[in-house]
């Protein structure tokens, strides 16, 4: 009944039912000194319905209610519910006073998950010194932090423009033993680049990178599209490489923004050998993109490694359009490379891209330009 009140909002009806539990003792308990053991679930529900809509004063009535039907003290989970709701609608002032309050008066140790969120409030509300002395108590109280309390405490120094101090306290956390997480180097790339300080966010991630410590699974797009945005280009693709021998694979959208930005910055070859190991890695880009790449290598006259890596990629997934097929007559037309033009026309036939007859002689007139050919319009049964 609590539960199901609570979900829908029929919180009149939920407070009757906690004033009822209250003044009729369960039928479990009778005889014994011990409280029903289903009362402080009862009452988690509750107590979680109240926060979810800011109504606190009931909250409280509730928790306290539920202090004085159960046996021995709450749960630091029933307090981290309040602690919670109370820091995410802006109370945190309420917060410090159940914290100080109520937790202490029912002698409740906090854990890491009550920490958490206070430092977390400290941040939110631009008191930092005081967030160091929360993680400071948290350790004298014999409460180790986890890489939530980390991130935290970072993504903090680096909003107060303590980049140093943020970088040695991923130093630090490395040192502990804590694994640092995707957020944790979410944080620290997003603070050194706010900061200007790009090439650092790259030398950073390739230490972390050689120390083994660099999540597999931290796709650092964002870096490659700011390198790429400030033009420099050379140094994104180094960083893919250099991490990318390190176990680190790029993402597909960090590959795509790389092979964008080499091709906006006439790297065609550049842009070739990258497509070249993503396909071999089984990584196949967008046909859009990857047709841009075809059109870049046949302006600089290699169409023949376009149509090898036209045919590399389809092996692996890519499904080449009409546009991919023309790219490829067109830069056979203008090297004069009549035989392979041809190969490629009569593959566009046999998979429907080319409509009619007259499309068909258009294309292979224009092989024709170069060296004469024989017209092959018996396909269409001419």
């Known amino acids: 009944m609590a539960q199901s009140l609570s979900i829908t909002h029929r919180f009149d009806q939920l407070r009757t039912l906690i004033e009822f539990i209250a003044s009729n003792p369960c039928p479990c308990s009778d005889g014994?000194?011990?409280?029903?053991?289903?009362?402080?679930?009862?009452?988690?529900?509750?107590?979680?319905?109240y926060c979810k809509v800011g109504n606190f004063d009931d909250a409280l009535y509730a928790f306290r209610t539920m202090c004085r039907l159960i046996d021995?003290?709450?749960?630091?989970?029933?307090?981290?519910?309040?602690?919670?709701?109370?820091?995410k609608c802006g109370r945190f002032d309420r917060a410090l006073e159940f914290y100080?309050?109520?937790?202490?008066?029912?002698?409740?140790?906090?854990?890491?998950?009550?920490?958490?969120?206070?430092?977390?409030?400290?941040?939110?509300?631009?008191?930092?010194?005081?967030?160091?002395?929360?993680?400071?108590?948290?350790?004298?109280?014999?409460?180790d932090p986890n890489v939530v309390t980390f991130n935290t405490l970072i993504k903090g120094l680096f909003?107060?423009?303590?980049?140093?101090?943020?970088?040695?306290?991923?130093?630090e956390m490395i040192e502990l033993g804590y694994r640092i997480s995707d957020v944790t180097c979410e944080i620290l790339?997003?603070?050194?680049?706010?900061?200007?300080?790009?090439?650092?966010?790259?030398?950073?991630?390739?230490?972390?990178s050689k120390r083994g410590v660099l999540p597999k699974g931290y796709d650092y797009f964002g870096l490659m599209e700011v390198l790429c945005r400030e033009g420099n280009v050379v140094r994104a693709l180094e960083l893919i490489y250099q991490l990318w021998d390190r176990g680190s694979v790029p993402s597909l959208i960090a590959c795509t923004v790389m092979v964008d930005g080499l091709s906006r910055s006439g790297?065609?070859?550049?842009?070739?050998?990258?497509?070249?190991?993503?396909?071999?890695?089984?990584?196949?880009?967008?046909?859009?993109?990857?047709?841009?790449?075809?059109?870049?290598i046949c302006n600089v006259g290699r169409t023949e490694e376009a149509n090898k890596l036209r045919l590399l990629a389809s092996s692996k997934g890519l499904?080449?359009?009409?546009?991919?097929?023309?790219?490829?007559?067109?830069?056979?037309?203008?090297?004069?490379?009549q035989k392979e033009g041809e190969l490629v026309v009569d593959e566009m036939l046999d998979r429907g891209f080319i409509p009619d007859l007259a499309s068909y002689n258009k294309l292979m007139n224009g092989l024709s330009n170069c060296r004469r050919s024989t017209l092959k319009a018996n396909k269409f049964g001419c």
């Not at 014994?32 to 319905?49: K, L, V, Y």
């Open 267 to 296: 790297k065609s070859e550049e842009a070739l050998r990258l497509v070249e190991k993503m396909v071999k890695e089984g990584m196949v880009l967008d046909i859009v993109t990857f047709n841009c790449v075809l059109q870049d």
């Open 319 to 337: 499904e080449p359009d009409a546009m991919t097929y023309k790219i490829l007559v067109t830069g056979y037309t203008e090297e004069g490379n």
């Open 100 to 143: 100080n309050d109520e937790m202490v008066r029912y002698r409740v140790k906090p854990d890491v998950v009550s920490f958490n969120i206070l430092i977390s409030g400290y941040c939110r509300n631009s008191r930092f010194e005081s967030a160091l002395e929360m993680f400071k108590e948290m350790r004298e109280m014999g409460c």
């Open 159 to 171: 909003r107060e423009g303590k980049v140093e101090e943020g970088i040695g306290m991923v130093n």
């Open 189 to 208: 790339v997003h603070g050194l680049c706010k900061e200007g300080r790009v090439l650092q966010a790259c030398e950073m991630l390739v230490e972390l």
């Open 32 to 49: 014994t000194i011990f409280s029903c053991p289903q009362i402080e679930p009862i009452f988690r529900f509750s107590i979680h319905g």
């Open 72 to 87: 021995g003290r709450p749960s630091v989970e029933v307090c981290n519910i309040l602690l919670h709701g109370f820091v």
